[in-house]
DNA sequence: CTGAAAGCGCTTACAG
DNA sequence: CTGAAAGCGCTTACAG
């Protein structure tokens, strides 16, 4: 009444290669189930070290890894983080993304990379990121007005983080981490000002982003401070790259006129606008510091090799990373908001600065 | 007999919003098999068209995704490609990740992103990536010579594939897709005899680099033509960096003596060099182009925005990545070796070369 | 505290 | 061709 015998083999023996628990148990001859316990360091476990010792040997002597399938489909996480990025040529993106892959490791995580507007446009990639259980969160790069609503409905289903931007008023159950902008444009202004500049100009980001508006809070506290302001025609909206930076030269150059007075000195809303502002004005004979001084948020790597090199102030980008990471990881249902005033803004003065003729 | 009632609703209730296959099967009145044969558009399905209908009207009304775990645990794939890169910051690389990236999500498919030195140094990321069905493939960042070996028993147990650099000796079941170096080169080469230049430097790639061998291949071939050589003097070895470019122009241009002939021109291995190049030659007091010509290998978006900008080559980095993914998708275990002549090297010229003073 | 058993949600031989 | 059932490799209530 046995029936046939079953094919041992094909039950027992690892496949391709594949060591499984089961096995690891046989070798440590304990059951399946302590040797889960053992591996996963369960406390409630009172084995005694020596049987403890067995396992750990006989998993480190077998090679064993735990298939992450069968552990993601029993505990229902998968250890892996989508980070979603808008534009994944931006340097200032990536120290944010080696912070976020960083932390990840750490915690036995990896971070899966989308693209914004794959997410939001594209409904299969949406559906299978965010319903899909593909990952257990979502870092998403922020910055983007028109996709508040849609950022605010994926949180409602999937832990979310939003870095580098401040949350708006919609999101109200996403979390976020933003460095403090202000206070990076402050300490620009003043060293600004500390040169003994009296005008000083704006490349600003886009109209619409809460990231330019307080970078520009920042400039405008500091020339509070000390009676001075910004003029509204000093200052020019650019997209967040060099081609913006370039365009918004151009067009507040082009509100100068010789023998009247202008800004001696410009600040550029990030970096890439920054080197576009840096490229334009020398393609129009000006020369830098002498002519115009140029300083910008964000430090990369880049900036020291420009000529003249580009004075900046470099925010904590590797730690919102390290920070974003954390939070989905430890407090995946917080709805924090996180402002990382530390480490706090450091000014880079180099070439581009100057003071004024 | 029948023991304690069954608690139904825990069975059968979509957990935490979640719907099953058999939600599906249940709403289109079919079997679990049949609707997961009409979901993977099973070609032995012969279900009428009513029917099908009915199980795809279904899995959209309830918003079905498939619990990519259980998935992965029955098919043993896992829709995932490690991406594993040593400097997340170059702007080089980024373009490939992009390619990767859009292939894989065609494909239904995600990418993981790695750390070349964490991959080799640390053992715990290690094990999970490579042995724990973690991805289903790699795609490795070439150029690391010390580490051939290594990748070499990676590729043993995980299909992998180098990208960016030509596969070495000991990798012979690593596939590998690499872009046609020397014509890059060459076609730098040409441009710069065509300008008027007869004697051309080299601010090459580091001295055990295959890539960077091969980028002086078509130099040397393209000078070898019109019977010119690339004289030892003239070329230096650097870090592929702005750093290395900076450190690699000053030991160059140490050697040349007043009133002495020196190169009117040089190569950069790749644009970061190229720029630190740029970098290191104006804070020397050299103007570029008039006092030496400048061009690099690799296009990005700096470049143009560089003063002067920069000439260089573009190679199909994009498509690196997504014949890398194609790759790997398609034929894992195919040990392939590609070298990708299409689309072909394109020359950026820029401001940064002119004929000779 | 530990073990036997159930079950996570799928796919696919296997039998009909 | 289709359905019932087994099983992928884990973890964890549950009972002992």
Redesign the pocket.
């Known amino acids: 009444m046995d029936g046939p015998p079953l094919p041992e083999r094909a039950?027992r023996a690892p496949?391709g290669g594949?060591v499984?628990?089961?096995d690891v148990a046989a070798a440590a001859e304990?059951?399946?189930?302590?040797a889960?316990?053992v591996?996963?360091a369960d406390p409630?476990?009172?084995?005694s070290a020596e049987t403890r010792k067995r396992v750990l040997d006989a998993a480190a002597a077998l090679g064993y890894v735990?298939?992450i399938a069968?552990?993601s489909?029993?505990?229902r996480r998968n250890g892996l983080i989508g980070l979603v990025v808008h534009d994944l040529s931006s340097p200032i993106h990536l120290e944010l993304m080696q912070g976020a892959r960083a932390e990840a490791a750490a915690h036995n995580s990896f971070l899966v990379l989308g693209d914004v507007d794959e997410l939001l446009n594209d409904d299969d990639v949406f559906k299978v990121l965010v319903n899909g259980n593909r990952v257990d969160g979502l870092i998403v790069q922020g910055g983007h007005a028109e996709f508040g609503q849609r950022i605010a409905d994926i949180a409602r289903v999937l832990p979310t983080v939003v870095v580098n931007a401040p949350p708006r008023a919609e999101q109200d159950r996403v979390s976020s981490v933003a460095p403090d902008e202000p206070a990076a444009t402050r300490m620009l202004t003043e060293h600004l000002l500390s040169l003994g500049h009296t005008r000083i100009g704006l490349v600003s980001g886009p109209r619409d982003s809460m990231t330019g508006r307080l970078r520009e809070e920042g400039i405008v506290s500091a020339l509070g401070a000390v009676g001075l302001e910004l003029r509204p025609e000093d200052r020019v909206h650019a997209d967040w790259s060099a081609n913006g930076g370039r365009a918004g030269f151009i067009e507040l150059a082009s509100r100068w006129r010789a023998g009247t007075e202008r800004p001696t000195a410009l600040i550029a809303g990030n970096s890439l606008i920054g080197i576009g502002v840096l490229g334009a004005a020398a393609r129009q004979g000006l020369s830098i510091p002498q002519d115009v001084s140029v300083a910008a948020v964000h430090d990369t790597w880049i900036n020291e090799h420009l000529v003249p090199s580009l004075t900046t102030v470099s925010l904590p980008l590797r730690e919102m990373g390290v920070v974003a990471v954390r939070q989905l990881l430890t407090a995946p249902d917080a709805a924090s908001r996180i402002v990382l005033s530390e480490p706090p803004p450091v000014l880079h003065a180099r070439d581009s600065t100057a003071p004024p003729a």
């Open positions: 039950i496949r594949a499984r628990l089961a304990v059951s399946i189930a302590l889960s316990r591996l996963n409630a476990v009172r084995a735990p298939n069968a552990k489909l029993r505990i």
